[in-house]
């Protein structure tokens, strides 16, 4: 049996009727860029969020980079932000000119601590920007209250937790502007890069659509602002309305998955195994499911020995990156540095047979015998 680290044939499959018509009708009228599907894909999701504005774009990494740009953060900025996620967060941050401010994560959830933000406002802060890690929305009304108290604006960098839920509402509708990636390996994936920037500030909405479109003004070819090309083509909006319908499934899937796991990993606590927590007012949507071990490497290659593919979601925490060592300002960090060294992700996908996740958990166990 080979064990894929994510299984998208299988979710294709369920879904080829559907992706295919959609696609078809794409190819039929030829409207690639700023196609139909682009306002049905953007009504859906802000349908399934309760949002007000969506905007779906190229990627993950420029709906951040466009939420920044639309606020008029720049050059002389800072914005507090987690050091333990990919490397997009502070790349979009830096893209802009702005310097990334990195406060400590919390040693349980890996999401950003709000009890150590408020220490790192300083007059240049102009912005957080917290990360949504492995499925699990971070302490987004503590943050939104620092925000308020010093005026900053929140972007909920929500790359992997599209959609899930926290005290009644759900992720990409937490703060003033969110921003989320459907690359394919994410919960909801479309078929190459995608990403998309939610709102219920309608002047916002407005700088936001105006950035993505070349700083687009009165028409197509008056530009009021310095802008980028962020457009979403049709084909990607096509798949992702398609596997839009699925994802409430998906999410009841991935959460079954994580509870089997979890349930099977309990007994290897004893040796020194950490299994995820999510906290009791919140959901995962289990963009990944992460082990606290030891010794990764030995773990790893046991892994890998049984036929087992995992992933390490991060190895080096992002103020230790060669790029950004100069170019941050960075407090203690060391529950970061620590996570670095231990987190491994297991496979995490919805159509996980319990037959496949019986050979995970069976060559897990085995890896601590």
């Not at 150590?116 to 209250?145: C, F, H, W």
Request: glycine share 6%; charged share 20%.
């Amino acid at each position: 049996m080979t064990i894929p680290f994510i299984d998208l044939k299988t979710q294709y499959k369920a879904l080829k009727n559907q992706i295919d018509e959609r696609i078809h009708r794409v190819l039929d009228h030829g409207q690639y860029i700023m196609g139909p599907e682009i306002k049905e894909c953007e009504d859906a999701l802000k349908k399934f969020l309760g949002v007000k504005h969506a905007l779906v774009c190229s990627n993950g990494t420029d709906a951040l980079q466009i939420a920044l740009m639309a606020a008029n953060i720049g050059p002389g900025d800072e914005v507090i932000t987690t050091p333990f996620s990919f490397i997009a967060t502070a790349e979009a941050i830096r893209l802009v000119g702005a310097i990334p401010v990195f406060v400590d994560i919390e040693s349980d959830t890996y999401n950003i601590d709000a009890k150590k933000i408020e220490a790192a406002v300083t007059p240049r802060t102009r912005a957080i920007m917290p990360v949504s890690l492995y499925g699990q929305v971070a302490d987004m009304d503590e943050i939104n209250a620092i925000a308020k108290k010093h005026s900053l604006l929140v972007i909920e960098d929500a790359a992997q937790s599209f959609g899930a839920p926290y005290k009644g509402k759900r992720s990409c509708n937490l703060s003033e502007v969110s921003c989320t990636s459907f690359f394919p390996a994410k919960p909801l994936g479309c078929y190459g890069d995608g990403g998309a920037i939610f709102t219920n500030n309608d002047q916002m909405v407005n700088a936001l659509n105006s950035v993505r479109l070349h700083g687009m003004g009165e028409h197509r070819y008056h530009h009021s602002r310095i802008g980028t090309n962020g457009r979403l083509d049709s084909l990607q909006c096509a798949v992702l309305v398609a596997k839009l319908e699925r994802y409430p499934w998906e999410i009841e899937q991935r959460e079954r998955v994580a509870q089997n796991y979890t349930k099977a990993f309990s007994t290897l606590r004893e040796k020194g195994v950490r299994t995820p927590t999510i906290k009791s007012d919140r959901h995962s949507v289990w963009a990944q499911y992460t082990l606290w071990v030891p010794d990764r490497t030995k773990f790893q290659a046991a892994l890998q020995a049984s036929g087992v593919p995992t992933a390490v979601h991060y190895p080096i925490a992002m103020p230790d990156q060669p790029a950004y060592k100069e170019h941050c300002v960075t407090h203690d960090i060391s529950n970061a540095r620590k996570a670095a060294e231990h987190v491994v992700s297991l496979p995490m996908f919805p159509d996980m047979s319990e037959e496949t996740q019986a050979k995970i958990v069976s060559a897990v166990h085995a890896a601590f015998a």
